[in-house]
């Protein structure tokens, strides 16, 4: 599945919140969203699945106009997880991650047994297959964000997109998560705070900065501290770790490195 945005221009109550975004994520492949807060990417996110009306430009999934997808449609082919999802009423985690497996269901379909398999492989994947029958507002923050990636896994869907997964996560779930999504193979895009894990995940990343895109590229080739400093007005050393084969990126405010030396 590949996403393409072009020219795409989104305004709430008069304010431009995107301007001229151009962006693609090709089949497979996982981009990462970076930028500081308030600089559009929930917002673009939103736009990409369908929540939110751009007033230009145009969003395809494999060269069809996602306006144009039903909401049966879209909903098989993207599954989203955000960091917090508004839930009115009480379900228990089965019943959550059996939500994902509605767009595939006839009218009057029963729940099958392979149905059920997915359903159960996706909570084992994630940790929480003991958690069953556990009411999903009793949940940790981390546990809920655990279940809500498991119905995305059971929606079976060929395109994801999540928006900052790994907030509530303990460091070995937010890995864990990075990993299982990445061992996907979906075509992901993801809005990610934590730079050493956009740049430990991400084969490609856009740097979002006050609604627009600032650049964008592999990440060993993007994030320089002079980027880093631009963007987020913070000074940063990376390396390149040679036995993880990742960059490490630290960070310090203005002064910290002179007043500690
Ligand atoms: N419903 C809304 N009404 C008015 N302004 C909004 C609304 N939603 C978002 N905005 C504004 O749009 C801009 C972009 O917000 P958005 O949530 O997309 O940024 P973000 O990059 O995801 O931020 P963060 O990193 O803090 O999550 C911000 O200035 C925000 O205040």
Redesign the pocket.
């Known amino acids: 599945m590949k996403l393409v945005v072009e020219g795409l221009y989104c305004s709430?109550?008069g304010?431009q919140?995107l301007r001229d975004i151009n962006l693609e994520v090709a089949s497979g492949e996982f981009v990462g969203?970076i930028?500081?807060?308030?600089?559009?990417?929930?917002?673009?996110?939103?736009c990409i699945y369908r929540v939110m009306k751009p007033d230009a430009g145009r969003i395809t999934l494999n060269g069809e106009d996602i306006w144009r997808l039903s909401a049966r449609e879209m909903a098989k082919q993207t599954a989203v997880v955000l960091q917090e999802m508004p839930t009115e009423f009480d379900f228990t985690v089965e019943e959550m991650v059996w939500m994902g497996r509605t767009p595939h269901q006839g009218m009057f379909d029963y729940e099958t047994a392979k149905d059920r398999d997915i359903v159960m492989e996706a909570l084992a994947r994630v940790g929480m297959q003991t958690f069953t029958l556990r009411s999903f507002l009793s949940l940790s923050g981390g546990e809920k964000q655990r279940v809500l990636v498991a119905r995305a896994l059971a929606q079976q869907a060929s395109f994801l997109v999540l928006?900052?997964p790994t907030n509530h996560l303990d460091i070995r779930y937010q890995l864990e998560l990075l990993e299982l999504v990445k061992g996907l193979g979906v075509t992901t895009i993801a809005?990610l705070?934590d730079l050493n894990l956009a740049a430990s995940y991400c084969d490609r990343i856009y740097v979002?900065e006050r609604?627009a895109i600032r650049s964008a590229g592999v990440p060993q080739e993007l994030l320089q501290p002079a980027l880093i400093r631009e963007v987020f007005g913070v000074g940063s050393k990376v390396e390149y770790d040679p036995n993880t084969h990742k960059l490490r990126i630290s960070f310090f405010l203005d002064g910290e490195i002179e007043s500690r030396g």
Not at 39 to 44: C, I, N, Q, T
């Open positions: 709430i109550e304010t919140i969203l930028g500081p807060n308030g600089s559009g990417k929930s917002s673009l996110l939103r928006d900052e809005a705070h979002v609604g």
